[in-house]
């Protein structure tokens, strides 16, 4: 039975994102989902509950959600990229072993940091098989940086019925024009409930697109579940446009505007992730890519939750100043100049 828990918070957070219903908007409730998971494990107290309320309070489905069938390509990766200076907590590493991909990697955080971003894009550019190569743009990583949680995921799947390529011609599309649109008659899975219409496209490898098209302009999502669960076998003629959707984003946001914030602050509590009480989440970056043609679909994503230390910051080693012969003390009014006092000290 699909999870209602992951609908809910996908939906709560696609408001967010895709506030402007002008715009393309395409996301990974998936990867964002995987990567705060992975933030919630290394929360506690406040900071904890704030994101549990977001994502849910069991991540057990989502990590089945890895249980793609033999005749679909998927490919997943859960990876904390750490400095090496950070201390963690073993719990948090032998937990993330568990995750689907889950791993621990050193990256030059401090040292060299473009390195490190090129060390992040580079693995995810692996999992996503090259749809996302750099999803951590130049100035995303500094020397301050000294951890990220980083989610990637790839998959294709071909239609369990293809759309015939000699009925793909251009068609009207409103407020865009004549588009490259897709034709398939056959017995579909079709539902008609709260201002939606609902189609269900069978892909292999148990996964399945559901086109959801409102009734009159795209205004939110309300009416959502309703329609998935009005789903019956029906025959029908679909026209469906080919489409092709890079999206980046950066999500910090979205997040605070749907109640995950103290993790962004001086407040937060990631001592679970490591003893250090000083870390905090600087920016949830993510990237997807969506393709969807007569054979199928290709989709990838991947997210990176950036953190740092409050008030951090490389020092080098001090230079000594031992005040151990006579000197003279200027006491003063630092603005004006002001000399207060002005003493020789020979015998203190």
């Not at 990590?63 to 679909?72: E, T, W």
């Not at 749809?131 to 995921?153: D, K, Q, R, Y």
């Not at 008030?311 to 100043?321: N, R």
């Amino acid at each position: 039975m699909p999870d209602r828990e992951h609908l809910t918070f996908a939906l709560t957070l696609h408001g967010a994102i895709a506030s402007d219903p002008t715009r393309n908007a395409c996301w990974s409730p998936y990867s964002v989902a995987s990567a705060l998971g992975m933030l919630a494990h290394a929360a506690r107290g406040e900071t904890e509950r704030e994101l549990v309320a977001l994502l849910g309070s069991d991540n057990a489905k989502l990590l089945k959600a890895s249980d793609v069938g033999d005749d679909a390509e998927f490919a997943v990766a859960n990876t904390l990229w750490s400095w090496d200076a950070l201390p963690l907590n073993e719990d948090f590493l032998v937990e993330l072993g568990g995750w689907p991909g889950g791993k621990s990697r050193p990256a030059p955080f401090a040292e060299d940091p473009d390195g490190a971003r090129k060390l992040i894009n580079a693995d995810v550019a692996d999992t996503t098989r090259g749809l996302i190569p750099e999803l951590l743009p130049p100035g995303t990583v500094t020397t301050e940086t000294v951890a990220s949680l980083v989610n990637a995921l790839y998959l294709k799947c071909g239609w369990t019925e293809e759309f015939p390529a000699h009925d793909t011609a251009p068609r009207p599309f409103r407020g865009v024009g004549d588009v490259p649109t897709m034709r398939l008659e056959s017995t579909l899975r079709y539902g008609q409930a709260a201002g939606w219409e609902a189609v269900a496209l069978a892909a292999r490898g148990g996964v399945e697109a559901v086109v959801l098209l409102p009734s009159d302009q795209l205004t939110g999502t309300e009416g959502v579940p309703e329609a998935l669960e009005s789903l019956e076998w029906q025959r029908i003629e679909l026209f469906l446009p080919k489409l092709d959707l890079t999206v980046p984003a950066v999500l910090g946001d979205a997040l605070r505007e749907v109640g995950v914030r103290k993790v962004f602050t001086q407040e937060a509590d990631l001592t679970g992730l490591s003893p250090d009480p000083r870390l905090l989440v600087d920016e949830v970056v993510h990237e997807a890519v969506l393709r969807l043609d007569e054979q199928g679909f290709e989709g990838a994503a991947a997210t990176a939750v950036m953190m740092r230390l409050t008030s951090f910051v490389e020092h080098p080693p001090p230079l000594t100043v031992r005040v151990d012969r006579p000197y003279l003390l200027l006491v003063r009014h630092a603005e004006t100049g002001a000399v207060y006092f002005l003493a020789q000290v020979v015998a203190p």
